[in-house]
């Protein structure tokens, strides 16, 4: 059951005693729109350099009640603080540093691309936690890319929409982000990850070991610092080593085009850092494809392995942890019946993300109330989500 917040009836209700117009509308005009938040099981720091990823959509997302207006404007309220962001389509400014952004950035990058758009007047709402390193901006940028469109929205296929997201991110807010978290929102499978390729944008879903093993997300309560800067950071030194590596072979155009035998061949041609950079995104390109063979084969031993390899290797190669996510690692991996422990996103902060044997879920809660603290002087939040559909209107009598 979804967060009380959540309920469509409650959000077309709001929105009517928000504004004059939509009251004056009969609340069969309001459609519901959802978009999920994201983990990723395995490859982080792939998807911008054309690798492989493997997210889950999960339980925990935006909504927005929507009501098309003939007007050429966008306005959006917060269902929790009856804060309000506009924009008109027609002359849609600069990012402001806000969560309008997403929405605007959205718009614009649907005009951009040749796609005809609405105005709308919307209320927004969401059990989705943002900074926590759970994809909220993609996940608005999901739901925002529907409302525009409309209905027949959810007919432009999921690889666009995702793409157009993206571009809102890369050239509208200015994160040069990859396409993961759009795609996970938009193209999510219930009860599975999906192992995409981030250049192609070819995908399969890929079944999790449910319901005896759970999807469990750890918040490490420390905000993301220096993200934008620091990420955006780590494409250059990545377009670096694909620089120095192309000298050598010219077919090179990406990291995702690089193995181990090419990047030792290579080493010598770039800077320590870049050579750093570019290792993890070579072995963590190879654990996405063994970690999907893992599960298939029920390997849950090897998919720990892979995981804690993964954190290693964005602690040490790629500089992404942080103290707490280190800290949320090492208690996860100490509790018997956690299979698999390791930072989910960006990184610098956020969450991990841990697949949990469902009767062991507790003793890893008081593991962390336990051990965490005093480690960190933080207390960390611990979702059990599902992993669930992408994003979509939400018809009749479906919550
Ligand atoms: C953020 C970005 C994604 C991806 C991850 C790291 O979530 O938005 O595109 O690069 O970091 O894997």
Same mark, same amino acid.
């Given at each position: 059951?979804?967060?009380?917040?959540?309920?469509?009836?409650? +959000?077309?209700?709001? &929105?009517?005693?928000?504004?004059?117009?939509?009251?004056?509308? =009969? =609340?069969?005009?309001?459609?519901?729109?959802?978009?999920?938040? #994201?983990?990723?099981?395995?490859?982080?720091?792939?998807?911008?350099?054309?690798?492989?990823?493997?997210?889950?959509?999960? %339980?925990?997302?935006?909504?927005?009640?929507? &009501?098309?207006?003939?007007?050429?404007?966008?306005?959006?309220?917060?269902?929790?603080?009856?804060?309000?962001?506009?924009?008109?389509?027609?002359?849609?400014?600069?990012?402001?540093?806000?969560?309008?952004?997403?929405?605007? %950035?959205?718009?614009?990058?649907?005009?951009?691309? %040749?796609?005809?758009?609405?105005?709308? /007047?919307?209320? &927004?709402?969401?059990?989705?936690?943002?900074?926590a390193g759970l994809s909220s901006s993609a996940a608005l940028e999901m739901a925002s890319a529907l409302?525009?469109?409309?209905?027949?929205?959810?007919?432009?296929?999921?690889?666009?929409?995702?793409?157009?997201?993206?571009?809102?991110?890369?050239?509208?807010?200015?994160?040069?982000? %990859?396409?993961?978290?759009?795609?996970?929102?938009?193209?999510?499978?219930?009860? @599975?990850?999906?192992?995409?390729?981030? /250049?192609?944008?070819?995908?399969?879903?890929?079944?999790? =070991?449910?319901?005896? !093993?759970?999807?469990?997300?750890? @918040?490490?309560?420390?905000?993301? /610092?220096?993200?934008?800067?620091?990420?955006?950071?780590?494409?250059?030194?990545?377009?670096?080593? !694909?620089?120095?590596?192309?000298? &050598?072979?010219?077919?090179? #155009?990406?990291?995702?085009?690089?193995?181990?035998?090419?990047?030792?061949?290579?080493?010598?041609?770039?800077?320590?850092?870049?050579?750093?950079?570019?290792?993890?995104?070579?072995?963590?390109?190879?654990?996405?494809?063994?970690?999907?063979?893992? +599960?298939?084969? *029920?390997?849950?031993?090897?998919? *720990?392995? +892979?995981?804690?390899?993964?954190?290693?290797?964005?602690?040490?190669?790629?500089?992404?942890?942080? =103290?707490?996510?280190?800290?949320?690692?090492?208690?996860?991996?100490?509790?018997? *019946?956690?299979?698999?422990?390791?930072?989910?996103?960006? *990184?610098?902060?956020?969450?991990?993300?841990?697949?949990?044997?469902?009767? #062991?879920?507790?003793?890893?809660?008081?593991?962390?109330? /336990?051990?965490?603290?005093?480690?960190?002087?933080?207390?960390?939040?611990?979702?059990?989500?599902?992993?669930?559909?992408?994003?979509?209107?939400?018809?009749?009598?479906?919550?």
């Open positions: 059951m979804v967060d009380a917040r959540l309920d469509p009836d409650r +959000l077309r209700e709001r &929105l009517r005693s928000l504004d004059d117009l939509a009251a004056g509308a =009969p =609340p069969s005009d309001i459609e519901v729109v959802r978009a999920p938040g #994201r983990v990723n099981l395995i490859g982080e720091h792939t998807d911008y350099n054309d690798g492989f990823v493997m997210p889950a959509a999960i %339980g925990l997302e935006i909504r927005l009640a929507v &009501l098309a207006t003939d007007e050429r404007r966008v306005v959006v309220s917060l269902e929790e603080t009856g804060e309000t962001g506009s924009f008109d389509l027609d002359a849609i400014g600069p990012a402001t540093g806000g969560w309008i952004d997403y929405v605007g %950035g959205t718009a614009w990058a649907l005009q951009d691309a %040749g796609y005809a758009i609405r105005g709308f /007047r919307a209320i &927004l709402a969401s059990d989705l936690p943002q900074g409302a525009l469109l409309g209905p027949d929205g959810s007919a432009v296929p999921v690889g666009d929409r995702a793409r157009i997201g993206r571009r809102a991110e890369n050239a509208y807010v200015g994160v040069q982000s %990859g396409v993961m978290d759009q795609f996970a929102s938009a193209g999510g499978v219930a009860d @599975h990850a999906i192992l995409l390729d981030c /250049r192609s944008l070819e995908f399969r879903p890929v079944a999790l =070991p449910l319901p005896e !093993v759970r999807l469990v997300v750890c @918040h490490s309560g420390s905000r993301r /610092r220096l993200e934008a800067s620091a990420y955006n950071d780590r494409l250059v030194e990545c377009q670096r080593a !694909v620089a120095a590596i192309a000298q &050598l072979d010219p077919s090179v #155009r990406a990291l995702r085009d690089v193995d181990d035998e090419l990047l030792a061949a290579t080493r010598d041609r770039m800077d320590e850092v870049a050579f750093r950079r570019a290792s993890h995104v070579v072995a963590e390109n190879a654990r996405v494809v063994e970690t999907e063979r893992a +599960l298939a084969a *029920g390997d849950l031993a090897s998919v *720990g392995k +892979l995981f804690a390899a993964s954190h290693v290797s964005l602690r040490d190669l790629y500089e992404v942890s942080s =103290p707490e996510l280190d800290a949320l690692v090492d208690i996860a991996t100490s509790v018997d *019946g956690v299979i698999a422990a390791r930072l989910t996103g960006a *990184g610098f902060g956020g969450s991990t993300i841990n697949l949990v044997r469902r009767d #062991r879920i507790i003793a890893l809660r008081e593991a962390v109330e /336990r051990d965490y603290p005093a480690r960190t002087g933080l207390q960390a939040t611990i979702v059990d989500v599902n992993a669930v559909d992408g994003a979509g209107w939400i018809r009749d009598g479906i919550t």
